[in-house]
């Protein structure tokens, strides 16, 4: 790395958060309260497995504005003594009755981004209870007893839980008042809005998991039994398409991941439903440069980033889907040809404005215009968990959906369904991600997992919608590429680009525009505009909020790290624990 690009980063005496490092077990969380739950779980002899299916329950109480289990979780594994990682497609899927024709019948040209209508079957507790039952340790009724415990005891309502921009309490107040009596029953107590640090309950939440530690299957129970039917007849009573038979078809796929070899490392991701292959379609056309010759924080490497992920998000725009549902072209788009191909697309001197994908069925460069589609911010919000144990066990969940901000609470329940069938697109009825029955929508969710030298290394991810993906290969270059600790390659500066069409209704996007942070420099930031770039200049400390826990088997060191973003904005005081 060039003398110049450490200018820009921490050394290892002045990162925020020192290096983490223990023995015996690593988690890293979004929330202290989660990151405590799994430490726990690992110190009562449970392994990674059980401390993230016990985190991820955590989360999806202590902060509901970013996930409940009304949602979706994707999650990679890696099982001790295994040189496999397994992938779970914990996505929600549509119901039998959703068909462009049922929306259009309502007067609708896209599936609505709140209430019902985009609800489809909950993923996350058919995910989790999955993981668990196959490859954790722990009873059901031992890993959701933290959530049961802070739901009737009760926990203290964080900053984001009450403030987060357009998804706390306070910025939904009006809108639970006027059309969510159910969510304003619960977040609104005596009416108000609770203050930092108030203790706050949820009883119906805690009667739900109380329920389903009672029986002997809760994964049928929550499927096939009272939760599903409780949830069915809330649909209903809105006007939603959901039947009992749509819970009773709705399976957790084990899946193999999507994987890339770049050096000696190798990046795991979720299947083509979620947007993790266009983390490794990037890094693959990067690897056609010489990366350190190029050297980090360079105007050279930001643009080739930039460019790079407009190339293989173009890509994830045109083919990507529910691969149950249609045909993707999985070998080309993840090969090293076509992103050789690809790369050479890349003028090193000039930003590009187009929409370019690859023509990955004919394995050429580009697609003809006339084939390409061209359809019309964030999402709202997600967690991420990551735990590794002395063993090796591995886990990387990233549970997401289901918020507070866009769905009403099911008063019996405790919880919102998710709207993720958002995603999904009425038309053209060849396009990947047109809505169909029982298929499940494309994803921003993308856990990540990294062996180097073949053997385990990482579990990793982070929260952010459309952006997690470019923020969690950056951090991937900074490991792989140009060899930073993990606080340096965390707390390096990055950026997003808002290119290509968001996975969100009403899936916006800004050609050539870049949301920046001013770290890189200001020689940096002026010579992307000279070369066409439209830049975002953020705030510093807000591109992305990664989380990691890693494992050495050669030496049984365990580290774990975590984003001082998240604790700088007040809302997300992500936690990093290792012993």
């Not at 920046?516 to 930031?525: C, H, K, N, T």
Request: glycine share 10%.
């Amino acid at each position: 790395m060039s003398r110049r690009a450490y200018r820009i980063l921490p050394t290892e005496s002045t990162t925020f958060h020192p290096r983490l490092m223990g023995r015996r077990g690593a988690v890293a969380s979004n929330s202290h309260l989660s990151a405590n739950a799994g430490a726990d779980v690992l110190k009562a002899g449970g392994n990674a497995i059980d401390a993230a299916v016990a985190m991820a329950f955590v989360e999806g109480l202590v902060n509901p504005q970013m996930h409940t289990i009304g949602g979706e979780c994707p999650i990679l594994l890696r099982v001790a003594g295994e040189s496999r990682v397994i992938a779970l497609n914990g996505n929600m899927a549509a119901p039998m009755k959703a068909t462009p024709e049922a929306y259009r019948a309502r007067g609708l040209t896209d599936v609505p981004d709140a209430g019902v209508l985009a609800a489809g079957v909950p993923a996350a507790f058919g995910a989790l209870l999955t993981a668990l039952t196959r490859w954790g340790t722990m009873p059901f009724r031992d890993v959701v007893a933290p959530a049961l415990e802070l739901a009737k005891g009760g926990f203290p309502v964080s900053e984001g839980l009450r403030n987060q921009h357009k998804y706390g309490i306070a910025p939904m107040q009006a809108r639970f008042v006027k059309e969510w009596p159910g969510s304003a029953a619960l977040y609104l107590p005596g009416g108000k809005v609770p203050e930092v640090g108030a203790l706050f309950r949820n009883p119906a939440l805690a009667r739900s998991y109380e329920y389903l530690a009672g029986q002997k299957d809760p994964l049928a129970a929550f499927y096939k039994g009272d939760i599903a039917a409780e949830i069915v007849k809330y649909s209903k009573s809105q006007g939603g398409l959901l039947e009992m038979e749509d819970f009773a078809a709705f399976e957790t796929r084990v899946e193999e991941p999507a994987a890339m070899k770049l050096g000696d490392t190798e990046l795991f991701k979720t299947g083509f439903w979620s947007q993790g292959p266009a983390e490794l379609q990037t890094l693959a056309i990067m690897w056609q440069f010489d990366l350190a010759k190029i050297g980090f924080g360079t105007p050279d490497y930001c643009h080739l980033l930039i460019e790079a992920m407009k190339l293989a998000y173009a890509d994830r725009e045109q083919y990507y889907g529910d691969p149950a549902h249609v045909r993707v072209p999985a070998d080309v788009l993840l090969s090293h040809a076509y992103a050789k191909q690809r790369a050479a697309l890349i003028d090193m001197k000039r930003a590009n404005r187009e929409l370019r994908p690859g023509d990955a069925w004919r394995k050429a460069a580009l697609l003809p215009e006339g084939e390409k589609f061209t359809p019309k911010d964030w999402g709202a919000g997600t967690v991420h968990v990551d735990a590794v144990d002395a063993k090796g066990n591995m886990a990387s969940f990233t549970p997401s959906g289901a918020w507070i901000s866009s769905a009403e609470v099911i008063p019996a329940l405790g919880f919102p369904l998710s709207v993720r069938m958002m995603t999904f697109y009425l038309g053209p009825e060849n396009h990947p991600n047109v809505i169909a029955p029982g298929k499940r929508p494309r994803t921003t969710l993308t856990p990540s997992m990294a062996f180097r030298n073949g053997k385990p290394w990482m579990a990793f991810g982070t929260m952010g919608g459309d952006n997690q993906g470019q923020w969690l290969l950056q951090f991937y270059l900074c490991r792989a590429a140009f060899g930073m600790s993990i606080p340096q390659a965390i707390e390096a500066p990055r950026l997003s680009s808002e290119h290509t069409p968001g996975f969100f209704a009403p899936h916006a996007s800004e050609p050539n525009r870049t949301r920046i942070e001013p770290r890189f420099g200001a020689r940096v930031l002026e010579e992307l505009k000279a070369r066409g770039h439209d830049l975002d200049i953020a705030p510093d400390w807000t591109e992305g909020f990664v989380s990691v826990a890693e494992y050495d088997g050669d030496t049984g060191m365990l580290e774990a790290g975590c984003d001082p973003r998240g604790s700088k904005s007040a809302c997300f005081p992500a936690t990093a624990l290792a012993w």
